[in-house]
């Protein structure tokens, strides 16, 4: 029987053993996973056959006893999504333009159109049969022992029923994804037919640098200049973030640089995955020029700490404790 021939089964196999057989072929040979230029046709032969053996056994009763199997997906795309660190870190919406299949305006998805040709199988060289060292001369599975395949080729689709089209998607990036995690979006990949699910589009996340920002992993790194005075006095900061800012209060204490670990103030987390350090390197930037106003500020601060220069200038109340009176006296 040809139809068992075409499914490589024997006309006693169980409902199962026909269903695997055709799932089997039908992922081989589906023009979305196969470019052989056969395949189209070939495609139509497993199907065509299948769908014969259904209604010779009926359909229901297949369907009853068949064991359940892992569904059969059209292909997935994959692409690259560019994002910001600012986008990257508080999530956003952006428009995606790809392209992907469509069902052929010209033959329907039929992958048939205009007039029919007949083609010598290349396999068999329009013998039908191969010879098999076990079994002698079996028929050719390519072109199910006729020898030749009846064409009516699209020419604008070559015959696999499928086009590309155009496709323009909003999609919602949700805030904390890094660099390459995969954002899968069901059913938006090749789109399917009778016996393929659509497949997936996937979109693998590229962050840029970014010239202040430094990322490693989720902890953020930023160098930033600061008033000299304000790391003395302890003051009260303003501190930016990719998105927004934040205010940060200084402790007291000298004019050198200094580092601050801001626990979970990083880069977000996501899930179970916690938010990352935020790590905050300040360097003091003295006034290159006074005005007359702060100068006079200054100079009574000076005279200030020079009053109690034990208590707040140690150092040079120390050095100046190195002189006796008798070396001032001979200077």
């Not at 055709?22 to 023009?31: C, I, K, S, V």
């Not at 205010?247 to 990352?276: H, I």
Request: hydrophobic fraction near 35%.
């Amino acid at each position: 029987m040809p139809d068992y021939v075409t499914l490589g089964i024997t006309p006693d196999a169980s409902a199962d053993e026909i269903k695997r057989a055709y799932r089997r072929l039908a992922m081989r040979w589906h023009p979305d996973r196969n470019d052989h230029p056969e395949s189209t046709e070939r495609f139509k032969q497993i199907r065509a056959a299948y769908d014969a053996i259904l209604n010779q056994a009926g359909e229901e009763s297949l369907v009853q006893t068949q064991t359940p199997e892992t569904t059969l997906h059209a292909a997935d795309i994959r692409l690259n999504l560019d994002l910001t660190l600012p986008e990257a870190f508080a999530g956003c919406s952006k428009t995606i333009h790809y392209q992907r299949g469509s069902v052929c305006k010209t033959c329907s998805g039929s992958g048939e159109h205009g007039i029919s040709r007949t083609r010598f199988c290349s396999q068999c060289h329009g013998s039908g049969r191969l010879r098999d060292k076990q079994s002698g001369l079996i028929n050719c599975p390519d072109c199910v022992g006729r020898g030749f395949f009846i064409e009516r080729i699209c020419p604008v689709c070559a015959g696999s029923g499928r086009d590309s089209a155009d496709v323009s998607l909003e999609i919602k990036i949700p805030p904390g994804m890094l660099p390459g995690d995969d954002l899968r979006l069901l059913g938006q990949g090749e789109p399917g037919d009778e016996t393929l699910q659509p497949g997936d589009l996937f979109l693998t996340i590229v962050i840029r640098s970014h010239p202040q920002f430094k990322r490693n992993g989720r902890d953020l790194t930023l160098d930033m200049p600061i008033n000299a005075f304000s790391l003395l006095a302890g003051s009260e900061i303003k501190v930016p973030l990719p998105v927004g800012e934040m205010w940060v209060q200084l402790d007291p204490g000298s004019a050198a640089a200094r580092q601050l670990c801001l626990t979970a103030k990083g880069y977000p987390g996501r899930g179970k995955v916690k938010a990352g350090d935020f790590i905050l390197n300040l360097y003091p930037v003295f006034p290159e020029q006074l005005t007359a106003k702060d100068r006079k500020t200054l100079l009574q601060l000076a005279a200030n700490l020079d009053a109690s220069c034990r208590e707040n200038l140690p150092e040079v109340a120390n050095w100046w404790g190195e002189f006796s009176p008798e070396d001032l006296s001979e200077n």
